[in-house]
T-cell receptor, first 115, second 110 residues
Framework: GAVVSQHPSWVICKSGTSVKIECRSLDFQATTMFWYRQFPKQSLMLMATSNEGSKATYEQGVEKDKFLINHASLTLSTLTVTSAHPEDSSFYIC???????????FGPGTRLTVT | KNQVEQSPQSLIILEGKNCTLQCNYTVSPFSNLRWYKQDTGRGPVSLTIMTFSENTKSNGRYTATLDADTKQSSLHITASQLSDSASYICVVSDNNDMRFGAGTRLTVKP
């Protein structure tokens, strides 16, 4: 079955530092991947759409200079939270859209805590 | 206003009992409707996906229904188990985007 992995699964960083989160489709190609943020007891909120070989498309209100997205290959997208602040603490989830079927598969999520 | 509304917000049931979760949507045009199960601290896992022409779809103890005319869907869980405790998210897609409901948090108690 289609599997999407995220690394790390959790990370604690100090305020002002940058954190990189990886999203990989393990057994299929995904030209398009999505990054979501989820606060406690809330649903997923789309942050940006990542396209291999081109610039990401950000949702309204999401700072593209703060949340850097790089979709370097058909199986890997990365989200870098730059100059992290405590309010960036959240659960970040990626999903990958399988090229052949357009079905979307979610990763297990990354818990980011900024102290 | 969210285009996908779920009810109830939370639900507590006893192990072995059945329950039904509701999803109403206004998303248009309609492409498909998915139900996901999300365990705490984990990513969503797909339970069912239905297109316009499908009225019912089952996945083990989970049965989803869709009424495209009234734009309503339900997820019925039969003979609940403790492991069913999770958030259940209804996601409705138009031709381009996925619209997420806020989810129903289900707690199954022994």
């Amino acid at each position: 079955g289609a599997v999407v992995s995220q690394h790390p699964s959790w990370v604690i960083c100090k305020s002002g530092t940058s954190v990189k989160i990886e999203c990989r489709s393990l057994d299929f190609q995904a030209t398009t991947m999505f990054w979501y943020r989820q606060f406690p007891k809330q649903s997923l909120m789309l942050m940006a759409t990542s396209n291999e070989g081109s610039k990401a498309t950000y949702e309204q209100g999401v700072e593209k200079d703060k949340f850097l997205i790089n979709h370097a290959s058909l199986t890997l997208s990365t989200l870098t939270v730059t100059s992290a602040h405590p309010e960036d603490s959240s659960f970040y989830i990626c999903s990958a859209r399988r090229d052949l079927t357009y079905e979307q598969y979610f990763g297990p999520g990354t818990r980011l805590t900024v102290t | 206003k969210n285009q996908v509304e779920q009810s109830p917000q939370s639900l507590i049931i006893l192990e072995g009992k059945n329950c039904t979760l509701q999803c109403n949507y206004t998303v248009s045009p309609f492409s498909n409707l998915r139900w996901y199960k999300q365990d705490t601290g984990r990513g969503p896992v797909s339970l069912t996906i239905m297109t316009f022409s499908e009225n019912t779809k089952s996945n083990g103890r989970y049965t989803a229904t869709l009424d495209a005319d009234t734009k309503q869907s339900s997820l019925h869980i039969t003979a609940s188990q403790l492991s069913d405790s999770a958030s259940y998210i209804c996601v409705v897609s138009d031709n381009n985007d996925m619209r997420f409901g806020a989810g129903t948090r289900l707690t199954v108690k022994p």
